[in-house]
């Protein structure tokens, strides 16, 4: 299983950033694709995660009501949508995949991972 993550950049507090990963090489039939982040110095969080079939979604409390995660079955790419970003948003965003139906928010229940992507966000 292979992740490509992209999508990171500068933006100013308040702005909008969409991430995206793209992924190749899965042959289980159901999956949960997660987004995680990790600051400098911090351990790595839970942001949002979206079950491939039904599309079931779990997000973090601090990505609630600004984060949205979709997925495009035909491109085999799932989305974050950040919206009303904050300074402390700031951080390398890496997107996961686990087989299975539960969009756990733990980084140990997944076990493929793809690169990380920068995200900054200027106060």
Known sequence: VQLQASGGGLVQAGGSL?????FSGVTFSTYIAGWFRQAPGKEREFVAAIGWRYGRTNYADSAKGRFTISRDHPKDTVYLQMNSLKP??????YCALREGQ?????????P?????TLVTVSS
């Open 18 to 22: 969409r991430l995206s990963c793209a």
């Open 88 to 93: 402390e948003d700031t951080s390398h965003y």
């Open 102 to 110: 539960i969009p756990y928010d733990t980084a140990r229940h997944y």
């Open 112 to 116: 493929h991972w793809g690169q990380g």
